[in-house]
């Protein structure tokens, strides 16, 4: 069985040089190398794996789909030092994936959220800063909220306007430019931080009311909060807005604008892929939703090119 824990060792090695973060994988599969080891087993098969997968019985079919699809790429990695190992097929538990209709905000929504957000109470007076200050920042820029709350100090230059973005997803690090109203904003929340934890050691650019890194879950809790209040739902689909639909929100007028400026598609949406940080364009195309104006402007684009002919 010690096979099977070097071989994991190894994977995930791999796996972690390859950008991936491995925080479901990692315990995950550490637990069905376990699973492995109390049933005696001493390879992979197809059998082991789908009794480790369909545990607990009464989860949903989609953690069973993704349990199958960790133990599938394992066994891949496996089966190449040990010609014995039974590479389980994704087929056996199907899953399809929906991708979930994000909620795109106006900025009228927003500006209201903020306002919101900057009124929350606290005793030292930066939780509303930090909070606006955050979910400000990702509605402008398009940020994932770890890339946002991973930055540090040094990551955010107001006189150049630009943000440093590090080991973002699949490891990949950018640099992203900002409008001087935003590198303004950054700068004047720096200011109250500074004055509130004059000697904070804390690398983090947003600050709890502690003095720590604020949590993506606590970060979540207070967007969900704000919404409550001011009345964000959304009736169409019956679930509050998220943080990550700021992000779908940012991709949609951008995309608007692109249209309005008169500017070659394809080259744009390339270019907004780099910025925010996708793999290529088609990643970027995931975030984009059919909203009216966006569908007026393609549809006036169209005519105009049927005009043309």
């Known amino acids: ?45 197809t059998q082991l794996a789908l009794e480790w997968e369909m545990t ?9 789909a993704y349990k199958l699809r960790m133990v599938h790429h394992f066994a891949l990695y496996v089966q190449v030092r040990d010609p014995a190992t039974e590479v389980p097929p994704l087929s056996l538990l199907p899953y399809s994936q929906k991708r979930p209709t994000p909620y795109i905000y106006t900025d009228n929504e927003i500006s209201r959220l903020i306002a919101a957000t900057k009124a929350l109470p606290c005793r030292k007076g930066l939780r509303g800063s930090t909070y606006s200050t955050l979910f400000g920042l990702i509605w402008v820029t398009g940020l994932r909220i770890s890339e946002a709350l991973f930055l540090n100090k040094e990551d955010v230059n107001h006189d150049n306007q630009l943000l440093t973005i ?44 502690i003095g720590t890194r604020p949590t993506t879950a606590v970060a979540q809790l207070t967007f969900k909060q704000i919404c409550s209040e001011i009345g964000i739902r959304d009736t169409n689909h019956g679930k509050r807005p998220r943080i990550h639909d700021m992000r779908h929100s940012f991709a949609v007028k951008s995309l608007v604008d692109i249209y309005k400026r008169g500017n070659d598609v394809e080259q744009e949406v390339y270019s907004l892929s780099v910025y925010m940080g996708h793999v290529g364009p088609s990643s970027t195309y995931w975030y984009f939703s059919a909203v009216p104006e966006l569908l007026e402007l393609a549809r006036d684009r169209l005519e105009s090119k049927r005009g043309n002919l």
């Not at 824990?5 to 791999?14: K, M, N, S, V």
């Not at 409008?179 to 600050?207: E, G, K, M, W």
């Open 1 to 45: 069985m010690k096979k099977l824990h070097d071989y994991l060792a190894g994977y995930l090695e791999l796996r972690s040089a390859l950008g991936y973060k491995l925080r479901t994988h990692r315990s995950s599969l550490k637990n069905f190398v376990q699973f492995a080891s109390e049933k005696e087993a001493t390879t992979i098969t």
């Open 56 to 64: 607990p019985d009464d989860a949903n079919p989609k953690w069973w």
């Open 166 to 209: 590090r080991n973002a997803k699949f490891g990949k690090s950018r640099l992203i430019p900002i409008r001087v109203s935003t590198a303004n904003a950054l700068a004047h929340y720096a200011h109250c931080r500074d004055q509130i934890f004059p000697d904070n050691r804390s690398p983090s650019f947003f600050l709890s009311t």
